[in-house]
């Protein structure tokens, strides 16, 4: 199983990145996914999670309303899209394939102005 995160870097308050994770290594369309993220001193948290279909998706309170997660099942890939984001909301962001216990190797995000 290997998942490969892109679409970190730095933002100003407010603004939006989109974060994609390419997987490979298992049948896709299967299995949940799900993005955490950890920021420095702080425990890794769930962010969203999204069934297999898609058709089921869920955020941490923090991000509702601002984040969408979402999925193609043709690409192999989840994307994490963020909106009006805030300082807070830094931290390194990682994509995670729950039925593997799989974690990719983590994107930065920093929002500051």
């Known amino acids: 199983v290997q998942l490969v995160e892109s679409g970190g870097g730095l933002v100003q308050p407010g603004g939006s990145l989109r974060l994609s994770c390419a997987t490979s290594?298992?049948?896709?369309?299967?299995?949940?996914m799900s993005w955490y993220r950890q920021a420095p001193g702080k425990e890794r948290e769930l962010v969203a999670y999204i069934s297999r279909s898609g058709g089921t998706s869920n955020y941490a309170d923090s991000v509702k309303g601002r984040f969408t997660i979402s999925r193609d099942n043709a690409k192999n890939t989840v994307t994490l899209q963020m909106n009006s984001l805030k300082p807070e909301d830094t931290a390194v962001y990682y994509c995670?394939?729950?039925?593997?216990?799989?974690w990719g190797q983590g994107t930065q995000v920093t929002v500051s102005s």
């Open positions: 290594g298992f049948t896709f369309s299967s299995y949940a």
């Open positions: 995670h394939a729950p039925r593997f216990n799989s």
